[in-house]
Each structure stands twice: as C-alpha cells, then as structure tokens.
C-alpha cells in the first residue's frame, strides 16, 4: 500500500501563500490518481483537489482559481499550491491515493497520514 507523507503547512496571514507536498512511496505512484482532502475543526473531511495520472485536475468551487494541484512523478510527489488563502482555509490538509471512480465522486483507497496544518490569520 501508498505510504504518505505530507509537509509544508504552517501559519500564514490572510493573502499569502503556501505549498504543501506530500512524498508517497511504491512505484506504481505515476498511475494513480492523487488528491488533497482537509479537515476543519468539528466539520467533515473534504475533497479539494484531485490529479489523474495524466495530468487532468479538478478542484472543489471553494478553491477554484487560488488553489493549483500538481504532480512530479519522478520524485513520486504530489503538491498543492494555494494563493490567496483566507481564514476559511484553516484546516489540517490530507493527500490521499490511489483514488478510485471520477471526480466529484472519488473513494481514498490509501491509508491517511499525519496531515499537515495549515493556519490562515485574519
């Protein structure tokens, strides 16, 4: 199974900007489809952002236009770049894969790692 390892959170003001990455282990990581979940205290874990292995990306509407997922197969690594983040942004960020079906409807078939927190100070 994907192991997963996520980074790059932090505390930010609102406007600025951070990249989260998230190093996953296996080699068969450049055929899975990736994605990026997060957390908000006492709210549901949500789906953000979604990769397929050729590229093709989706976002949820809440982040649509400031957020950009990518990917770097030859490191194995998945990355989120988020811009103009705003206090609603707050949460503890997952990366998750393999996904399995098509974007909205996607289901995490990989184990969850520690996420990492990100903060945005009005």
């Known amino acids: 199974q994907v192991q997963l390892v996520e980074s790059g959170g932090g505390l930010v003001q609102a406007g600025g900007s951070l990249r989260l990455s998230c190093a996953a282990s296996g080699s068969i990581f450049r055929i899975n489809t990736m994605g990026w979940y997060r957390q908000a205290p006492g709210k549901q874990r949500e789906l953000v952002a979604v990769?397929?292995?050729?590229?093709?990306?989706n976002y949820a509407d809440s982040v649509k236009g400031r957020f950009t997922i990518s990917r770097d197969n030859a490191k194995n690594t998945v990355y989120l770049q988020m811009d103009s983040l705003q206090p609603e942004d707050t949460a503890v960020y997952y990366c998750?894969?393999?996904?399995?079906?098509?974007?909205?409807?996607?289901?995490?078939?990989?184990?969850w790692g520690q996420g990492t927190q990100v903060t945005v100070s009005s």
């Open positions: 998750n894969g393999p996904l399995m079906g098509r974007y909205p409807e996607v289901i995490p078939l990989g184990s």
């Open positions: 990769i397929t292995s050729g590229g093709s990306t």
